[in-house]
């Protein structure tokens, strides 16, 4: 059965967390699955392991997947809750890579054996930390040959999240300079590869002395690597130096201050921009990508936007899950993305030394359907 207490869960990018998970072929009626505990009032995180039936494939879009590494990311609490998806135990591990064992009658993209790679729905009944789970096809894509398991199911969330800042919100070409804010981040990282594969011109900030040395080392090079941790580098200035005096055509940030410095926390002020610092530095028909869902523009913002024919786009990675237009990870596939040249070389793990270990609680085992 799967043992998620003994297991090493790796940090890889800052960001989701990946593990192999063990499966036996037997045929078991049941097999443990981790869950989220909603209800626990204790700022402790808890899970849970619960029974789970091991179901064959009855409708006729499923796919049946052998989970063999399932990444673990943040849960959006409030997400759920505004989408009135709360509930007491919330299945655990999202992003999965593994091995179709069963496809249902009308699926039409994938067969038995097949390494696929995927992003559970929101509302998913199956955890993907469990042996294996039933999934929409629409939710799934081939896994590149050349890439592990553990590089798949950890790096397919963020690797959405850029591909989707930099093709879909902005629509990146050669020669195009970008601002990318927390480079040595999760979503940095990849959008700083991606950006460079387009022929893009790119300018990064760090947000201590390790990550300006990380982002050094970048081939090919990154054009300015702009060092925030001690609070006295000007982005701006920075930025304007670097374009001659025209700005940037893209932004894509990590946040930003939206108040005065006395009604920010000190972290913040360090390491964040001002919003009307973002919008200074961004060229004639720029756009700003934010992953700031509280973003408030005030009148003069507007306007200044409006003189440069500037947009501001939000990046919202759970948007192609809640859409009933785009329910289809396929359109949006950035493994498909590079496919013509170098399937994984865009995306490939460079960050081994900044991997951590991430351990849990886990309570006693429940019973649950």
């Known amino acids: 059965m799967v043992d998620v207490i003994s297991a090493c869960i790796f940090l890889h990018f800052h960001g989701s967390k990946s593990l192999e998970v063990p499966f036996h072929r037997d045929s078991q009626m049941t097999m443990k699955g981790l869950y989220f505990q909603q209800s626990s009032t204790s700022e402790e995180v808890t899970f849970v392991f619960r029974d789970r039936e091991n179901l064959p494939v009855t409708e006729d879009n499923y796919v049946k997947l052998q989970v063999k590494a399932c990444a673990l990311s943040q849960i959006n609490t409030k997400l759920l809750a505004e ?84 093709h879909y919100l902005s629509h990146l070409s050669p020669g195009k300079s970008v601002l990318i804010m927390d480079g040595a981040g999760a979503l940095g990282t990849i959008a700083i590869q991606l950006a460079h594969h387009r022929g893009a011109k790119v300018i990064s900030t760090a947000c201590s002395l390790e990550d300006k040395q990380f982002l050094e080392r970048f081939r090919p090079p990154i054009a300015r690597v702009i060092d925030v941790s001690n609070g006295k580098a000007h982005v701006t200035d920075s930025c304007l130096e670097e374009t001659g005096g025209l700005g940037v055509d893209i932004v894509l940030d990590a946040g930003v201050r939206l108040y005065s410095k006395d009604d920010e926390p000190a972290e913040k002020l360090q390491l964040l921009p001002h919003k009307h610092d973002i919008i200074t530095l961004l060229g004639v028909g720029g756009h700003w990508v934010t992953t700031e869902e509280n973003l408030q523009l005030d009148p003069p913002d507007s306007h200044c936007l409006f003189l440069k024919g500037a947009a501001v786009a939000f990046l919202n990675d759970e948007v192609w899950n809640l859409s009933n237009v785009q329910q289809d990870l396929s359109w949006m596939n950035p493994f498909h993305y590079t496919r013509q040249k170098s399937p994984w070389k865009l995306f490939r793990k460079i960050k081994e030394e900044r991997s951590k270990l991430f351990s849990f609680n886990v309570l006693s085992q429940t019973s649950g359907g």
């Not at 919330?90 to 009658?105: Q, T, Y």
């Not at 553990?150 to 969330?157: F, W």
Request: proline share 6%.
């Open 83 to 166: 989408m009135k998806m709360e509930k007491e135990f919330f299945p655990v591990g999202r992003e999965v890579a593994g091995i179709v064992l069963d496809v249902g009658s009308k699926v039409s993209f994938f067969q038995p054996d097949d390494e696929v790679v995927g992003i559970l729905p929101l509302d998913s009944e199956d955890p993907g930390l469990c042996e294996a789970v039933r999934v929409h096809e629409h939710y799934l894509v081939h896994k590149p040959e050349k890439v592990t398991w553990t590089e798949a199911a950890g790096t397919i969330r963020d690797g959405l999240r850029a591909y989707t800042a930099l």
